[in-house]
């Protein structure tokens, strides 16, 4: 069974880190590009970030860019999004998902496969 699966998530202060890991199961995420999407409350979701087949990253909006990392480690068959410096309009539940090989330049959801059921991620101080 195909599956991909969000955790990491959980409960920060402003200022603070995560890491989330997305970990599949049911097929190898060599040949996949992984993308994290968000969804904040009474927003659409948005495009975070993605790291093709060949690594290379893709970061979707500015105010990511130099706070969140992006990485993979094929032998685990896992992606990371590492946060730093979060903040209040972090708060969201993020999705990974994964597509054949490379990161479109805009984050066009309908072009994954496989998605993940989110792992919730809440700023308070």
């Known amino acids: 069974q195909v599956q991909l699966v969000e955790s990491g998530g959980g409960l920060v202060q402003p200022g603070g880190s995560l890491r989330l890991s997305c970990a599949a199961s049911g097929f190898t995420l060599d040949d996949y590009a992984i993308g994290w999407f968000r969804q904040a409350p009474g927003k659409e979701r948005e495009g975070v970030s993605c790291?093709?087949?060949?690594?290379?990253?893709?970061y979707y909006a500015d105010s990511e860019k130099g706070r969140f990392t992006i990485s993979r480690d094929n032998a685990k068959n896992t992606v990371y999004l590492q946060m730093n410096s979060l903040k209040p309009e972090d708060t969201a539940v993020y999705y990974c998902?994964?597509?054949?090989?490379?990161?479109?330049?805009?984050?066009?959801?309908?072009?994954?496969?496989?998605w993940g059921q989110g792992t919730q991620v809440t700023l308070s101080s």
């Open positions: 790291i093709s087949s060949s690594r290379g990253t893709t």
């Open positions: 998902a994964a597509k054949y090989f490379g990161c479109p330049t805009r984050p066009n959801q309908k072009v994954y496969v496989y």
